[in-house]
């Protein structure tokens, strides 16, 4: 990094955080400290919902997994825009009705103190990993590219976070993701066009397009009934609605950015506005990758993207097998280049040769036999290394392609989306812990102030927490994947408990709760089997949880039947 780099990226962040302790610090009762004072205007929390799901893990691993992959992973999102439908009609009304702080509140109300605080309890289990995971992603990326301590920029990144937040709260939180979102979407959009700028001067959009599919890199929608495939249609409109809907409308993470809306209209608007612009945004990140990959079809690619395993191979028995499979790549990436060339000036022609076409197809398919070996080889000189490297891809390219300055921004742009989003769930974290386990359980009652004191307090304390697992956290298949695994396993409970609660007011307390219990222990039975692709395990929670519960309240009506007809 050169020192414009430097500036660019040290000016945005602490700008940011400037501004958030500016125009949030002072804060004197809970409403306005965890609600914003209900002040937020529907854009204000469109912006916010958008930044605390867009985090890091979506600019770093997205366009890795696009170029690996393709553009499956936007099926993700179909069922997305269908949830924010459902929210806006039915838990937006009943939590500003019920004028609850958090989500679980709304629990205790419709059943009991017990399964408010399972819920509670799950949430924070899996939200507490999920913000250590904000943290630690592009942390540990930054410093394997960057030679920069991983501990440190955990700390550095969390302490950040911790200042505003702490600060301000939400209203700290929805004002400094405008900007956070601002940088973002900047900093992706002129990344897209330098790409297509450093192109081959004789390649159209069209062109590009082409050659990424003919590697089968613009395979967008899969409808294949096979369980085991990780992203289809169906799993995307099926277990993506569920899972959108579990963390939109039970997260407080999310919860917390709507509530604060000024009214029912507002916050529904917020959503809709997100329902609108989410798929278009990751199809729009997906393609960045899609283009990075185009691009190393006419420039040098390295036979892994992390320089970890790099250096690892150098230091093994096996580093002139490696070579060997280096020299290899450098001569089949001649040959692509060559083949890619003669395929543009065809196409330009409006001849797309199937020749051609299934020419590179070979190629592209020997490529991947040559990583393949390689990751055997990595594999052999360290058996703990991780081969993957998806998440290197798109940093990648920035830090070796990029000119001075833009590199900076799209730093900037990283670590502004890491704190956007763990701010999101700092504040969701204390807030939750605040009312649902520390003031509920008070036997006195306390002032508005030391309710605010507790719950800044808790923030700093989840901020120490999610930097701390950040610290000791290692990597995945691929990080995007992670968090999506993590929210699966516990949202799809999580969101059978609150469906219950909204439409079948046959089913009481004892009922969901043990039915609660007994789901998100099958779930945990039915991911160690891996059965199914991860998305269906919302689908399948919520409706374990749902099923249960009937049983369990139709057997515990009878049971009491009985005992009146006996006495």
């Known amino acids: 990094m050169q020192k414009l780099d430097w500036i660019v990226l040290s000016v945005t962040l602490l700008f940011i955080v400037a501004y958030g302790v500016y125009k949030t610090k002072g804060s004197k009762n809970v409403e306005d400290y965890i609600l914003g004072n209900k002040e937020t205007n529907w854009w204000t929390v469109g912006l916010s919902v958008m930044a605390t799901q867009a985090s890091a893990i979506t600019f770093l691993s997205t366009p890795g997994q696009a170029y690996h992959d393709g553009m499956g992973f936007v099926q993700f999102y179909f069922g997305l825009p269908i949830a924010m439908v459902v929210i806006c009609l039915t838990f937006i009304p009943i939590y500003n009705k019920l004028k609850v702080f958090t989500a679980y509140e709304y629990l205790e109300q419709r059943f009991d103190l017990k399964t408010r605080t399972i819920a509670s309890l799950l949430f924070m289990v899996q939200r507490g990993l999920g913000t250590g995971l904000t943290i630690y992603a592009p942390s540990i990326i930054l410093s394997t590219l960057l030679g920069w301590n991983l501990t440190m920029l955990n700390i550095i990144i969390g302490v950040l976070v911790i200042i505003y937040t702490y600060s301000g709260g939400t209203k700290a939180v929805n004002v400094t993701q405008k900007q956070q979102m601002f940088v973002i979407m900047s900093g992706m959009i002129i990344t897209f066009f330098l790409i297509l700028h450093l192109l081959p001067n004789e390649m159209t959009v069209s062109n590009a397009l082409h050659i990424a599919g003919a590697n089968e890199k613009m395979n967008i929608v899969d409808f294949s009934f096979d369980p085991e495939t990780r992203y289809t249609f169906w799993s995307g409109i099926a277990g993506g609605f569920f899972l959108s809907l579990a963390y939109f409308g039970t997260d407080q993470s999310q919860v917390g950015r709507y509530l604060s809306g000024k009214s029912d209209k507002?916050?529904?608007m917020g959503l809709i506005m997100n329902g609108f612009l989410k798929v278009p945004m990751q199809f729009f990140i997906l393609l960045i990758g899609v283009m990075v990959f185009?691009?190393?079809?006419?420039?040098?690619?390295?036979?892994?993207?992390?320089?970890?395993?790099?250096?690892?191979?150098?230091?093994?028995?096996?580093?002139?097998?490696?070579?060997?499979?280096?020299?290899q790549l450098k001569l089949l990436n001649e040959e692509k280049k060559e083949y890619n060339l003669i395929y543009i000036d065809h196409l330009n022609q409006n001849y797309d040769n199937p020749i051609l076409r299934n020419r590179l197809v070979a190629l592209s398919g020997k490529e991947r036999e040559l990583r393949d070996q390689a990751k055997e080889l990595i594999t052999k000189a360290d058996a703990k290394a991780e081969t993957n490297d998806k998440d290197y891809v798109f940093l990648y390219f920035i830090l070796h392609y990029l000119p001075k300055g833009l590199i900076g921004l799209l730093l900037a742009v990283i670590l502004s989306a890491a704190m956007s989003s763990s701010a999101s769930g700092l504040t969701a974290l204390a807030s939750t812990t605040a009312i649902d386990i520390y003031r509920r359980n008070l036997k006195t009652q306390k002032s508005d102030k030391h309710y605010v004191d507790a719950t800044k307090y808790f923030t700093l304390l989840?901020?120490?927490?999610?930097?701390?697992?950040?610290?000791?956290?290692?990597?995945?298949?691929n990080l995007i994947q992670l968090v999506n695994i993590v929210g699966s396993i516990f949202y799809g409970t999580v969101l059978g408990i609150f469906l219950v609660g909204f439409y079948i007011k046959y089913i009481k307390a004892t009922a969901i709760f043990y039915s609660a219990v007994a789901s998100q222990l099958l779930i945990f039975y039915i991911y160690y089997l891996d059965v199914v692709s991860f998305l269906w395990l919302n689908f399948i929670g919520a409706m374990l949880t749902i099923v249960l519960s009937l049983i369990s309240q139709f057997i515990i009506n009878q049971r009491n039947s009985n005992r009146i007809i006996e006495v």
Do not use: M, R
């Open 462 to 477: 989840w901020g120490i927490i999610a930097i701390l697992f950040a610290c000791v956290g290692t990597l995945f298949e």
């Open 266 to 268: 507002e916050s529904q």
């Open 294 to 327: 185009v691009f190393f079809q006419f420039n040098d690619v390295p036979l892994n993207f992390n320089p970890v395993n790099k250096e690892t191979i150098e230091k093994s028995v096996y580093a002139d097998q490696y070579h060997k499979l280096e020299n």
